[in-house]
């Protein structure tokens, strides 16, 4: 398997943009996790999906972000609009019971100027 | 609620020198304990994790980590390290159950000197 693989690596976008981040699991997979990291903050939890089913999403900051998983093989992660403080790097995780781990894809570094 | 605290957010070492990264947690139901490694532009990689049985976990590139309940903690040890080693060093829980939703500590930096 590839693993989590995600898209785009970077992002660079103005304020006041949309930015759309996208995410694979790993095929037979039924967690998946996004999860931001920035240097004052560290890793933040932000949705957690199970069987496609949004599960948690107390970590999301604001109405501005918004995650769907349409089937067990891609989500989404959606900021619009996008501000200058919503720079970081953007994880998307995968687990399943039978491996009792997450397994991370390489993560998308956005910047909003 | 869980929480995890990494003391050191940076720790410097010799190459071939001995080194211990602390981690302590804090948690009302029994958790699983886990170490990812990031290496500079990249994801989160396992170390190792620990689920039950033996309290000393041995990970990948020669990494072991003992947990003791009573302390709280889950510190990370390596007896020789090389400059490969340099990386962040998370440790994170999760609750016993299947999802496997980790909460991180706020890492600890190793820089390996020649």
């Known amino acids: 398997d590839a693993g989590v693989i995600q898209s785009p690596r970077h992002e660079v976008t103005e304020m006041g943009q949309e930015v759309t981040l996208r995410c694979k699991p790993i095929s037979g997979h039924n967690s998946l996790f996004w999860y931001r990291q920035t240097m004052m903050r560290g890793l933040e939890l932000l949705i957690y999906?199970?069987?496609?089913?949004?599960?948690?999403d107390s970590g999301m900051p604001e109405d501005r972000f918004s995650a769907k998983m349409p089937n067990a093989s891609f989500s989404t992660l959606k900021i619009q609009p996008s501000e200058p403080r919503d720079s970081a790097v953007y994880f998307c995780?995968?687990?399943?019971?039978?491996?009792?781990?997450?397994?991370f894809g390489q993560g998308t570094r956005l910047t909003v100027v | 609620a869980q929480s995890v605290t990494q003391l050191d957010s940076q720790v410097p070492v010799f190459e071939e020198a001995p080194v211990e990264l602390r981690c302590n947690y804090s948690?009302?139901?029994?958790?699983?304990l886990f170490w990812y490694v990031q290496y500079p532009n990249q994801g989160l990689q396992l170390l190792l994790k620990?689920?039950?049985?033996?309290?000393l976990v041995k990970g990948i590139n020669g990494f072991e980590a003992e947990f003791n309940k009573s302390q709280t903690s889950f510190h990370l040890r390596k007896p020789s390290v090389h400059i490969s080693d340099t990386a962040e060093y998370f440790c994170a829980v999760s609750k016993m159950d299947s999802s496997y939703k980790l909460i991180f500590g706020s890492g600890t930096r190793l820089l390996v000197r020649p």
């Open positions: 995780a995968s687990s399943s019971t039978a491996n009792t781990e997450a397994f």
């Open positions: 620990y689920l039950s049985g033996s309290t």
């Open positions: 999906f199970n069987n496609n089913v949004p599960i948690d």
């Open positions: 948690s009302s139901v029994s958790v699983y």
